[in-house]
């Protein structure tokens, strides 16, 4: 048995996560995924593959998506042209969405009421087309985009820091704004905590309120396919925009939201790239052999999250590979650390062999390395992991950069020189 160290109250910030002293084993030893994905064709896995598998996903483990879905602009505001040192422009939006089950149909509302949620992009200057890093995150949109001119933000707007920065790394609330900007990428940022409450009865009640429509309490969507649902939304209107670049929509999340990111490009052709920092269970972590936390343990702290029935006795038929394999052939980041054990990145990692045949299928490199180590940031399925725990790190940003230049770098060849996802065909 693992030795934990107990963390503050301040875990909850990350959702769920345990420190210890283990270390992740950097060989990828563990059972393999099953089932295994044998497929002759790109045409099987199309017509019989990737059905099953996103029925098996919705069946036993997120909920059942939306039949239908709506989006619309409610309003758009310019913030700014001069923001971040004058290095772009900040706008924001009320985007109205709403979610279709059966015959009946919901709109999404904020705490105060309001229709839809808040957006706030933040974009280079110049004419574009800019690549979009499409951004949940756990805390206030005016941390991950800090600018006092954001909807809600406190007068005068403090720095994010303290404890949580200690723990869980300098960029856990704001990532590297001006960095990111300086290397050609938009970042549209929203806070899904503003429309499904990270509280166990209001969120569900709130998913039930969503999901009118539908009678079985056992397969209802939970949280992590709503949020996922909610990428799919902010495409629905940036797409509108032609100074961002509807062919390099990538959707960024860590831990609960790399989960949600996982499954919004599952489920959505139009996201072109994922970056999956510490997703764990119920991300890209296999099921079975689990170390770390467990199914049992994160269905009973975070109920609101997945199906009801995502259970440890339900696993037969599918596994987090299928998730994977689901987004070929597009380019995914698995982002971990060495001592996030919790997290179990040697699972990520087996989880990403076995939806490697997918991506060969589609002529795509996919996974091209026999173990956990060394990053290569131009493989479609790219395998980061770093020293320390769980959080997002001066190390991670780096990292994800390079894995963004090497697929949506703007170039002088051809659509960009960049894959274009069956989603703009």
Not at 104 to 115: F, H, I, K, V
Not at 134 to 150: E, G, K, N, S
Not at 181 to 203: M, N, Q, T, V
Not at 382 to 406: C, M, Q, S, Y
Request: some cysteine.
């Amino acid at each position: 048995m693992l030795r934990r160290i107990s963390l503050f109250s301040a875990i909850a910030l990350s959702g769920c996560v345990e420190a210890t002293i283990a270390w992740t084993d950097m060989t990828p030893n563990g059972v393999s995924a099953s089932p295994p994905l044998d497929y002759a064709t790109v045409e099987d896995w199309e017509a019989s593959g990737a059905p099953a598998a996103r029925e098996a996903l919705q069946q036993s483990e997120y909920g059942v998506l939306p039949e239908r879905s709506y989006a619309m602009i409610l309003s758009r505001t310019t913030l700014g042209e001069d923001a971040f040192g004058g290095r772009g422009v900040l706008e924001e939006y009320r985007v109205g969405a709403a979610a279709g089950f059966g015959d009946r149909e919901a709109a999404t509302a904020s705490r105060d009421g309001a229709l839809g949620f808040v957006m706030d992009v933040v974009s280079p200057k110049g004419e574009g087309p800019f690549p979009v890093i499409l951004m949940q995150t756990f805390c206030p949109r005016w941390d991950t985009i800090p600018d006092a001119r954001v909807a809600g933000a406190p007068t005068p707007l403090k720095k994010r820091g303290g404890l949580e920065t200690y723990v869980f790394g300098r960029h856990i609330c704001t990532p590297p704004v001006e960095a990111i900007l300086d290397a050609g990428y938009a970042i549209a940022s929203g806070c899904p905590a503003e429309f499904i409450p990270e509280r166990r009865e209001e969120g569900l009640a709130e998913l039930r309120r969503l999901s009118a429509g539908y009678s079985d309490d056992e397969t209802r969507w939970g949280a992590i396919a709503a949020w996922g649902w909610v990428y799919s939304r902010m495409i629905d209107v940036l797409e509108q925009d032609p100074r961002l670049d509807r062919r390099a929509m990538i959707a960024w999340g860590h831990s609960r939201y790399a989960k949600s990111a996982l499954v919004a490009a599952a489920f959505d052709a139009r996201i072109d790239g994922v970056i999956a920092h510490q997703s764990g269970t119920g991300g890209a972590s296999l099921n079975r052999d689990k170390k770390g936390e467990g199914i049992g343990r994160i269905t009973s702290s975070y109920p609101h999250w997945f199906a009801r029935t995502f259970r440890e006795d339900k696993l037969d038929g599918y596994d987090q590979h299928m998730l994977l394999a689901l987004i070929a052939p597009r380019p995914i980041l698995l982002g971990n650390a060495r001592r996030d054990v919790w997290s179990d990145p040697n699972g990520a990692f087996r989880a990403a062999m076995g939806a490697d045949p997918v991506y060969e299928l589609y002529g795509a490199r996919g996974l091209d390395q026999t173990g956990l180590k060394p990053y290569d940031p131009t493989a479609e399925i790219a395998f980061w992991i770093r020293p320390g725990t769980h959080g997002v790190v001066k190390e991670d940003w780096p990292a994800f950069l390079e894995f963004l230049n090497a697929h949506f770098a703007p170039s002088e060849t051809e659509r960009g020189g960049r894959l274009i996802s069956a989603g703009h065909e």
